[in-house]
T-cell receptor, first 110, second 115 residues
Framework: GQNIDQPTEMTATEGAIVQINCTYQTSGFNGLFWYQQHAGEAPTFLSYNVLDGLEEKGRFSSFLSRSKGYSYLLLKELQMKDSASYLCAVDGSNTGKLIFGQGTTLQVKP | DADVTQTPRNRITKTGKRIMLECSQTKGHDRMYWYRQDPGLGLQLIYYSFDVKDINKGEISDGYSVSRQAQAKFSLSLESAIPNQTALYFC??????????????FGPGTRLTVL
């Protein structure tokens, strides 16, 4: 079957660094996406990885290891506005159909 | 103006009623999707369409139907709403042209409550 796992909740302190992990088991792989979703709002695109390694975008970085079926999203210099859910999604079949994890709710505390 | 719009934003209806949720986009994307989101669960794909003549079922299509009226419009219907269809519904669009990833862009969502 196809499965994506993320921790349900995480808490971190303003100014700190947090790593949100995602493991996946899919029949194929054509890329992994990270989305941010504030409560009651639409998911917004953060990053995309298709090759192994680290992609950096300002305070956010995303890492992929295809052999391990593993990705993480790294958030640096946390701000209160980073409190949100972070969704990991895999394109498992090159059809544009994404398989989403249940999301990790991150709470940033002062 | 938003690139992907959904109407209505909120809807309360009764069991057995027919409901239509509408999605419009100005991004010029060929691909459109409907998802539902329940508390504590990820986004689940209901239907998707890669062009006007292409409609495909997703993971949870039972109880739903769709219509792709034009490249820019994709509607989701609940023929006879039931309480367990109470959820947040998102429309999304994407486009493979340009050689980049098939990134999906989401509308603001429709919160549907079925009593």
């Amino acid at each position: 079957g196809q499965n994506i796992d993320q921790p349900t909740e995480m808490t971190a302190t303003e100014g700190a660094i947090v790593q949100i992990n995602c493991t996946y088991q899919t029949s194929g792989f054509n890329g992994l996406f990270w989305y941010q979703q504030h409560a009651g709002e639409a998911p917004t695109f953060l990053s995309y990885n298709v090759l192994d390694g680290l992609e950096e975008k300002g305070r956010f970085s995303s890492f992929l290891s295809r052999s391990k079926g593993y990705s993480y999203l790294l958030l640096k210099e946390l701000q209160m506005k980073d409190s949100a859910s972070y969704l990991c999604a895999v394109d498992g079949s090159n059809t544009g159909k994404l398989i989403f994890g249940q999301g990790t709710t991150l709470q940033v505390k002062p | 103006d938003a690139d992907v719009t959904q109407t209505p934003r909120n809807r309360i209806t009764k069991t057995g009623k027919r409901i239509m949720l509408e999605c419009s986009q100005t991004k010029g994307h060929d691909r459109m999707y409907w998802y539902r989101q329940d508390p504590g669960l990820g986004l689940q794909l209901i239907y998707y369409s890669f062009d006007v003549k292409d409609i495909n079922k997703g993971e949870i299509s039972d109880g739903y139907s769709v219509s792709r009226q034009a490249q820019a419009k994709f509607s989701l219907s609940l023929e006879s709403a039931i309480p367990n269809q109470t959820a947040l519904y998102f429309c999304a669009t994407s486009d493979l042209r340009g050689g980049g990833p098939d990134t999906q862009y989401f509308g603001p969502g429709t919160r549907l409550t079925v009593l």
